[in-house]
């Protein structure tokens, strides 16, 4: 049976994770955006892909840390955490698979 304490930590410990994978993607987007050379407005579908999913990080990054600021039960918390790793456009498939399975535990 699971402790509070050690529900809260694995909730934590994958908060983290979640976190970690975000910013690491928010960064290689970033950083493509900067190198990228000067685009033709609106005619640049890989820029304008990358300011796409420019946004759609920060989304992400939002959503998981209102997730973990809720003062809510950690099984509703961990049920939050688990529906935007399902449904995250930025996390890949390997990290989703990783983190559904921490959740799990």
């Given at each position: 049976m699971k402790t509070a304490t050690t529900t809260d930590d694995l909730?934590?410990?994958?908060y983290s994770q979640i976190e970690a994978h975000l910013w690491q993607e928010r960064e290689r987007i970033y950083a493509e955006i900067h190198?990228?050379?000067p685009p033709i407005p609106a005619c640049d579908a890989q820029f304008n892909y990358l300011i796409e999913k420019r946004a759609l990080v920060t989304q992400e990054?939002?959503?998981?840390?209102?997730?973990?600021?809720?003062?809510?039960?950690?099984e509703r918390n961990a049920a939050a955490l688990r529906q935007l790793v399902k449904?995250?456009?930025?996390?890949?498939?390997?990290?989703?698979v990783h983190l559904l399975e921490a959740?799990?535990?």
């Open positions: 909730r934590t410990e994958v190198a990228y050379p990054l939002s959503q998981v840390r209102a997730i973990c600021t809720l003062p809510d039960s950690p449904t995250s456009e930025i996390l890949s498939k390997s990290v989703k959740l799990a535990q």
